[in-house]
């Protein structure tokens, strides 16, 4: 009986780790969304021949996509564990990765414009991830 009582408390704290570390992700996905806002609002400022600045953003929108790269592998890696997420949730963190890529190759080619939508999409797609994980 007492093996029976043990192992129901482990999978209860295991439960609760799961979930701890799926508001951590939750946490850095929004925290991304915020570098997110802020680069935007940086590539807006920038002139549009300052192609040094525009460089150095990129290298910044690169830095933001290697951090959402480990918060989806930190994701992926719950799943294995046996978590369920919505696909919508993959869908969306996809989204923004593309989208990151897409900036970095404007900044880099200098075209603003395009640019600051790809990292307004970005963001879009990271605040929808976040909402989608608030469920849980």
Same mark, same amino acid.
């Given at each position: 009986?007492? /093996?029976?009582?043990?192992? $129901? &408390?482990?999978? *209860?704290?295991?439960?609760?780790?799961?979930? #701890?570390?799926?508001?951590?992700? *939750?946490?850095?996905? #929004?925290? =991304?969304?915020?570098?997110?806002? #802020? &680069?935007? +609002? *940086?590539?807006?400022?920038? %002139?549009?021949?300052?192609?040094?600045?525009?460089?150095?953003? !990129?290298?910044?929108?690169?830095? =933001?996509?290697? +951090? @959402?790269? !480990?918060?989806?592998?930190? =994701?992926?890696?719950?799943?294995? +564990? !046996?978590?369920?997420?919505?696909? #919508?949730?993959?869908? +969306?963190?996809?989204? $923004?990765?593309?989208?990151?890529?897409?900036?970095?190759?404007? @900044?880099?080619?200098? /075209?603003?414009?395009?640019?600051? *939508?790809?990292?307004?999409?970005?963001? %879009?797609? &990271?605040?929808? $991830?976040?909402?989608? &994980?608030?469920?849980?």
């Amino acid at each position: 009986m007492q /093996n029976v009582l043990e192992d $129901a &408390l482990d999978i *209860k704290g295991t439960n609760q780790k799961m979930i #701890d570390r799926l508001k951590k992700i *939750k946490n850095n996905i #929004d925290e =991304l969304s915020e570098k997110q806002k #802020d &680069l935007k +609002e *940086k590539t807006e400022k920038t %002139q549009r021949n300052n192609k040094k600045e525009m460089n150095e953003q !990129g290298k910044e929108q690169k830095g =933001l996509q290697q +951090e @959402l790269t !480990g918060t989806i592998n930190d =994701l992926m890696n719950l799943t294995l +564990e !046996g978590l369920e997420i919505s696909p #919508d949730i993959g869908k +969306e963190l996809g989204s $923004a990765y593309n989208s990151m890529e897409k900036s970095v190759e404007n @900044l880099e080619s200098a /075209n603003k414009e395009n640019a600051t *939508k790809e990292q307004t999409k970005a963001k %879009q797609s &990271l605040d929808n $991830a976040s909402k989608f &994980l608030s469920n849980f």
